[in-house]
T-cell receptor, first 115, second 113 residues
Framework: NAGVTQTPKFQVLKTGQSMTLQCAQDMNHNSMYWYRQDPGMGLRLIYYSASEGTTDKGEVPNGYNVSRLNKREFSLRLESAAPSQTSVYFC??????????????FGDGTRLSIL | GNSVTQMEGPVTLSEEAFLTINCTYTATGYPSLFWYVQYPGEGLQLLLK?????DKGSNKGFEATYRKETTSFHLEKGSVQVSDSAVYFCALSDRTGNEKLTFGTGTRLTIIP
C-alpha cells in the first residue's frame, strides 16, 4: 500500500532557484495538506486543499504556491527559494477536512536545503 | 489563537519504564485532541485521539485522557519498549469552522535496552 508518496526525498537548491515538490495519494481522499517541520517549531500548515479544485492558505503560506492537479495530486512550488525555506516538508491527506472524524495520513517527507 | 505546549525533550528511558509526556493546550471552544507519532525516517501517524472532555484515547498500550479543567492531554504508557522510540506530537483541532490541526513542537523519546 503506497498511501501518500512524496518526491523527491532530498533536494539541495541554491538561493533563487525554483522547484516543485510532488505529492500523490492513492486512498481516494478528498483533502490534502502541505506542512513544514522545523526544529523546535513542530509542524506548521503551509497550504491545504479541502477538496479537488480548492486551495487555501495555512499558517505560513508566504513564498509558496500550490496546485491541486486532480484528486490524487497536490504539488507545492517554491518560486524563488530562500535559506529560510530550508526544512522538512510533509504532505498529508484525509478523507475529509475534519480531523475530528478523519485522521490525516502523512508521506515520508522531503528534506530540502537552500544554500 | 490555538496553541499546544509539549514537554521539552529529549526523553530517555530504560525499557519497561513508565512514560509520561505532558501536553497542555489553549483553544477556542471544545477542541478535539490527538497524539501523532513519527518513527525515524517516516511521516506522522495518528496514535490516538479524544473528542470530548473525560474521553480516554488508547492504542498500542498508550493512553491519554482529555482533561478540560486542566486543559491537558498527557500521554502515558505503563511499560515502554525499544520500538517506542520516536517523536511524539500532541495536536488539536478546534472545531469552530477552522478544523485544522495545530501541532506541538514534538517530544523525542529514546528507549534504551
Amino acid at each position: 500500500n503506497a498511501g501518500v508518496t512524496q518526491t523527491p526525498k532530498f533536494q539541495v537548491l541554491k538561493t533563487g532557484q525554483s522547484m516543485t515538490l510532488q505529492c500523490a495519494q492513492d486512498m481516494n481522499h478528498n483533502s490534502m495538506y502541505w506542512y513544514r517541520q522545523d526544529p523546535g517549531m513542530g509542524l506548521r500548515l503551509i497550504y491545504y486543499s479541502a477538496s479537488e479544485g480548492t486551495t487555501d492558505k495555512g499558517e505560513v503560506p508566504n513564498g509558496y504556491n500550490v496546485s491541486r492537479l486532480n484528486k490524487r495530486e497536490f504539488s507545492l512550488r517554491l518560486e524563488s527559494a530562500a535559506p529560510s525555506q530550508t526544512s522538512v516538508y510533509f504532505c498529508a491527506s484525509s478523507e475529509s477536512a475534519s480531523p475530528f472524524n478523519q485522521p490525516q495520513h502523512f508521506g515520508d517527507g522531503t528534506r530540502l536545503s537552500i544554500l | 489563537g490555538n496553541s499546544v505546549t509539549q514537554m521539552e525533550g529529549p526523553v530517555t528511558l530504560s525499557e519497561e519504564a513508565f512514560l509520561t509526556i505532558n501536553c497542555t493546550y489553549t483553544a477556542t471552544g471544545y477542541p478535539s485532541l490527538f497524539w501523532y507519532v513519527q518513527y525515524p525516517g517516516e511521516g506522522l501517524q495518528l496514535l490516538l485521539k479524544a473528542t470530548k472532555a473525560d474521553d480516554k484515547g488508547s492504542n498500542k498500550g498508550f493512553e491519554a485522557t482529555y482533561r478540560k479543567e486542566t486543559t491537558s492531554f498527557h500521554l502515558e504508557k505503563g511499560s515502554v519498549q525499544v520500538s517506542d522510540s520516536a517523536v511524539y506530537f500532541c495536536a488539536l483541532s478546534d472545531r469552530t469552522g477552522n478544523e485544522k490541526l495545530t501541532f506541538g513542537t514534538g517530544t523525542r523519546l529514546t528507549i534504551i535496552p
